[in-house]
């Protein structure tokens, strides 16, 4: 069975999907191809990677050729720690995406035997913990700036209020223009993707809950189901049956 696992910071996706259309995450992707290669396409790039590891930043336009891998996607917030910690990790890279882990036999050998064994959250949680190298001290990134952790701590308190331009700004003392420019700056992706991104993990603990898509959906702050799957395809590249439909046959746990 596929399992979606959404922690406070980070999110694991394991099992099948379709090939993924053109698309721009709100996060940091590791995609890996549990038992076979899979081919990436970036944007503005000469043409499609075959590999089994690669790390999408955030923002990245792209798409993804499954053929029918299982693939594991680990969704890297990129505020957090992780992010920088992989890219040092990550070997070879001609545009934005990033490929060849330095431990990739490893990572795939302890990820096939998660495949096989399905552990719970906890055991999950702790693998990605030990397959994320520590920055090495003279690459490890500076924090970012402390007005934008404050805009980000806001909005994550209540995904669902939709704090206008005006008032994110004026709460950290900055112009709505140089908001903007400064989040993108700092973050990699636009605010709005950003603050969209996280109402998907909303959607996703709703369901888990019980809640039908419709109303996971609204529940989040979208403004109905046609807006929520529009958002969801831009975002993913896939239609949002392909992990929520019954023939998705995915389990998501909120750890």
Known sequence: MSKLYIWQNRGFFMGRLPDISEHRLGSAALCVGIDQPFRVLESESSGWRECRIALVPPGCLHEIQVGGAIMAILFIEPESPDYPAIQNAMLDGEWQCLYGLAHEAEVLTALQDAWELQPDAAAIHALIDRLIPPPAP???????????????????EDLTHSYSMNELAEYINLSPTRLVHLFKEEVGVPIRRFRQWHRMRVVAALIAKGDTLTDAALGAGFADSSHFSRAFRNMFGITPSSVFGRAANVRIVIA
């Open 138 to 156: 003279e690459k490890r990134q500076e924090p970012l700036d402390g007005r934008i952790q404050r805009v980000i701590r806001l909005m994550k």
